[in-house]
Every structure is written in structure tokens, then in C-alpha cells.
């Protein structure tokens, strides 16, 4: 077994706990010792990052090519077509990548990250193409929340068929997008929509997208979306509620002004309570996503509430102090807990198991 300097030692002080307490002999203590080889250098980050930076760097490429003013006379030359037909040829390209991609992936499942962004250049490719059927099909209604649309329906398709969470969570980005930009053309681009304005309507639109995760749990046809699913629901529904405890259901920055604290109060509570159902679903179903996001917007909630009500009442060496100890606080409890789970007994790992 190949692993970092880090994991080696968790490994081997595990190994050395399960020989004092006669879980395993020495004989196997020295056997599995013996079995786990340090490496000298993180290559799985390295080559995670440097795909990642590859695809960075192709994007400021273009960029740079659409920048350059004379490149842009000479592509205009060179691709002077209709856009019809450059929609027709990107999704050719898109489709080659595509393939390219998932066979890849059948043929070297192991190199994860090269066929992650090689389906990451399909994506941006087949972005392309819906644009330039965009271009091709306009008729100047500016209705082009359909594009996203569009392009929700051919991630979903893709990703679900060939089972890929990257492609996949561009489905869930472009569902989300479509909904903002939809309900933005419906309301004739006004502050509300149904009496919500835009982050109300990302914590609906969250609360779907996290109730249908939960519902299709069991699917297993679902199953390799799920992970990714809920936690694309839970971003969009904490997130907006977090905007929505600050600024509340108003549409304009001189609404918000005039308007007292304690009127938003409401919102916070909403916000808590959600956070608080989150914890108790977690924990009520041994769901740690649930939890963890439960948990970490309660303090966000808590933390927000003490900067809007306490910045300006309180002289700011009493403020920081508060916050200082209620970390220190937050840190022991922390550290409390984890020592806890270090002094497990093995019938107690044994059972939770």
C-alpha cells in the first residue's frame, strides 16, 4: 500500500493500537507494517491540480485569442460561417470529446482526473454550441433562459446515461440558472416573481432540488448522483437563506435601508430552522452531508446575527473579545469531541460499525 507520509502514520499508530490491545498478534502487527510503503511526493494531487490548471489555461488561451484583435480578423476570415453551421460543428467537436472521454474512462478507470477534464472541455464545447444555436434560432425576444434549458436537458441526458457526477452537476448549474433566468424573463426582469425576489426563489428552488435527492435515495439508478445532488440542493437553499436573513423578501437596496432590524428576524429564524432540521435529519439518519451542512450554517447564522446586531452597540475590544472566546470555545468542544472518538473502546468501534 502506497500512501503519504500523514496516512502512513495514522496507519501504523492504528496498527500499533490493535497489537496492544490484542486485536491483531505481532506476527500480523509486523505483516501489516511491513505492507505500507511512504511516498515522497503527493503525485495524485499533482496530477489532480495540473489538469486542473491545463483546463485554466486553455480558457485564458481563448480568452486571450478573443482578446487579440487581429486573431479575431483572422478567425473571422477563416470561420466566417453562419452560426447554424458552427453550432452543428462544435457539437460534432462535442461529441468526439465526449467519446473520447468515456472511453477513457472504461479503458484507464484509474486515471480519474485526465478523463474528468477531458469531459470538462466536452462541457465547455457543447456550452458553446447551445450558444451558437442561440445565435442561429434568435429572434430578438432575449428569451434565452431556453438555452439554459437546453442545456440542462443535454448534461442530464449525458450524465446520466454515462454516469458521470462532472457532467451532471453542469445539469444542476444550468437547471438552477435556467430557473433564475426564467423567472427573471416571466417578471419582465422586475425585483419579484410570485411576491419572491431572486434569493427567495433560490430557497425554493433549493428546497426541490434537496426534497427530490432525499426522495430518490433509494433509486438505484440514482444512487451515483445522489452525493452530488444534495449537496448542489443544500448550497442553493443555505446559501439563499443566508442572503435572505440579511437582505430579506425586498427587491431594491432603499427598501432594505429603511427597514429595522428586528423586521428580518423572521428570516433568521427561517434560517435556523432550517439548519436545525438539517442537523436532526443527519443525525436521525446517520447522513453526515445533512449534518455537516446543518451545523456549519447554524454557526453562520449565529455569527451573522452577532456582527448585525452587536458591530455597532458594542466597543469593538469587547466585540472581538466575545468572538474570540466563543471560538476558543467552539475549539475545546471541538477538540473535546475528537479526543472522545480517540478513546473509543474496540467493542464500541465494533458496534457503530
Known amino acids: 500500500m502506497k500512501v503519504n507520509r500523514s496516512h502512513a502514520t495514522i496507519i501504523r499508530n492504528a496498527i500499533e493500537h490493535w497489537k496492544q490491545t490484542g486485536i491483531v498478534d505481532a506476527q500480523t502487527a509486523n505483516a501489516l507494517n511491513a505492507d505500507v510503503n511512504v511516498t515522497q511526493f ?14 485554466f489555461c486553455i480558457v485564458i488561451s481563448v480568452g486571450a485569442v478573443f482578446a487579440d484583435q487581429a486573431l479575431m480578423e483572422l478567425l473571422s476570415r477563416i470561420f466566417n460561417a453562419p452560426p447554424i453551421v458552427k453550432c452543428l460543428g462544435l457539437s460534432v467537436l462535442a461529441g468526439l470529446v465526449y467519446w473520447v472521454g468515456f472511453r477513457r474512462r472504461e479503458q484507464h478507470p484509474a486515471k ?4 474528468e477534464a477531458v469531459l470538462f472541455i466536452a462541457v465547455l464545447i457543447t456550452a458553446g454550441a447551445v450558444y451558437q444555436f442561440g445565435r442561429a434560432v434568435d429572434n430578438g425576444s432575449g428569451h434565452f433562459s431556453i438555452l439554459l434549458l437546453i ?57 426541490l432540488l434537496t426534497g427530490a435527492a432525499l426522495i430518490l435515495e433509494k433509486d438505484r439508478r440514482f444512487a451515483p448522483f ?20 440579511i437582505f ?46 446543518g451545523l456549519t450554517f447554524l454557526f ?9 446586531y452587536f458591530w455597532d452597540s458594542l466597543h469593538k475590544a469587547i466585540f472581538f473579545a466575545i468572538l474570540a472566546c466563543s471560538f476558543w470555545l467552539l475549539g475545546s468542544k471541538a477538540e473535546k469531541i475528537w479526543h472522545l472518538g480517540e478513546r473509543k473502546s474496540p467493542v464500541e468501534i465494533g458496534n457503530n460499525a
Open 248 to 293: 430579506g423578501n425586498y427587491g431594491d437596496i432603499d427598501s432594505w435601508e429603511a427597514v429595522k432590524q428586528p423586521e428580518l428576524f423572521a428570516w433568521s429564524l427561517l434560517f435556523g430552522a432550517a439548519a436545525i432540521a438539517a442537523i436532526f435529519h443527519g443525525l436521525r439518519f446517520d447522513n453526515g452531508m445533512t449534518k455537516g451542512f
Open 151 to 207: 442545456s440542462f436537458a443535454i448534461y442530464a441526458i449525458i450524465g446520466f446515461f454515462f454516469k458521470s457526477n462532472l457532467v451532471w452537476l453542469f445539469a444542476l448549474i444550468s437547471f438552477g440558472s435556467w430557473m433564475g433566468a426564467e423567472t427573471g424573463y416571466e417578471s419582465g426582469w422586475g425585483a419579484y416573481w410570485l411576491g419572491m425576489n431572486y434569493p427567495l426563489r433560490f430557497v425554493t428552488f433549493g428546497c
Open 300 to 308: 453562520i447564522n449565529l455569527y451573522t446575527r452577532f456582527f448585525e
Open 226 to 245: 445522489f452525493a452530488s445532488t444534495l449537496a448542489t440542493g443544500l448550497l442553493y437553499l443555505f446559501i439563499a437563506l443566508w442572503i435572505v436573513s
Open 42 to 55: 503527493d503525485w495524485k494531487r499533482l496530477a489532480k491540480y495540473s489538469f486542473w490548471i491545463s483546463i
Open 112 to 115: 480519474v482526473f485526465s478523463n
